[in-house]
């Protein structure tokens, strides 16, 4: 219940072309959906985030899909760029006390220049 | 900017050895996180501290412990080195409360090798 389901685990994509990764949710008190990009050698940094009260945010050519119904959320990056190679994470949270973050387990994602 | 820094970006160490690996935070916040991140199995977490010397268990705290004695610096203790414990290790802090948003900020991590 307390999972966040990722896929897939690593994605080759042409430059220019659209990156997809996928995650899915159990528990519906989840209520704070974040991503984290993390290049080699760095830690991890919030990219984008959406709250379910919203079925789509984005930012520049960063986008984040949210579906309630099916528990399912994906981050989706137009016009990719080899600078966008990278690791993602999605996320979900819990409000209250708890500030815990579940992250899925990652996608390594590369753009072929 | 908010600064999470940790003590080392590469340790080796040997096998029974006690470890200990340092974060410090610079931007008051209330919680402190520490993680471990393997291959194909994402951010584990470890370890979180909601205050000074307050400490509550991840998902994977057997064979480590934890220290917060000021409320901007972090310890992971590894109380007898493992080679299973090779990894990498990040440590990260947020502020309290939904409301803002539960960012956590990440340092650069530490590299840690048992041999």
């Known amino acids: 219940q307390q999972q966040v389901k990722q896929s897939p685990q690593s994605l080759i994509v042409q430059k220019g072309g659209i990156s997809i990764i996928n995650c899915a949710y159990e528990?519906?008190?989840?209520?704070?959906f974040p991503w984290y990009q993390q290049f080699p050698g760095k830690g991890p940094a919030l990219l984008i985030a959406?709250?379910?009260?919203?079925s789509e945010k984005k930012e520049g050519r960063f986008t984040i899909s949210f579906n309630k119904s099916a528990k399912q959320f994906s981050l989706h990056i137009m016009d990719s760029q080899p600078g966008d190679s990278a690791t993602y994470f999605c996320?979900?949270?819990?409000?209250?006390?708890?500030?815990?973050?579940?992250f899925g387990k990652g996608t390594r994602l590369h753009i072929l220049p | 900017d908010v600064k999470v820094t940790q003590s080392s970006r590469y340790l080796v160490k040997r096998t029974g050895e006690k470890v200990f690996l340092e974060c410090v935070q610079d931007?008051?916040?209330?919680?402190m996180f520490w993680y471990r991140q393997d291959p194909g199995l994402g951010l584990r977490l470890i370890y979180f501290?909601?205050?000074?010397?307050?400490?509550e268990k991840g998902d994977i705290p057997e064979g480590y412990s934890v220290s917060r004695e000021k409320k901007e610096r972090f310890s992971l203790i590894l109380e007898s080195a493992s080679t299973n414990q090779t990894s990498m290790y990040l440590c990260?802090?947020?502020?309290?409360?939904?409301?803002?948003?539960?960012?956590?900020?990440f340092g650069p991590g530490t590299r840690l090798t048992v041999l």
């Open positions: 528990n519906t008190a989840f209520d704070y």
């Open positions: 996320a979900a949270s819990l409000a209250g006390r708890d500030d815990k973050i579940i």
């Open positions: 990260a802090s947020s502020f309290w409360g939904a409301a803002r948003g539960n960012e956590q900020f």
């Open positions: 959406i709250r379910p009260d919203v």
């Open positions: 931007m008051d916040h209330e919680n």
């Open positions: 501290s909601y205050d000074v010397k307050m400490k």
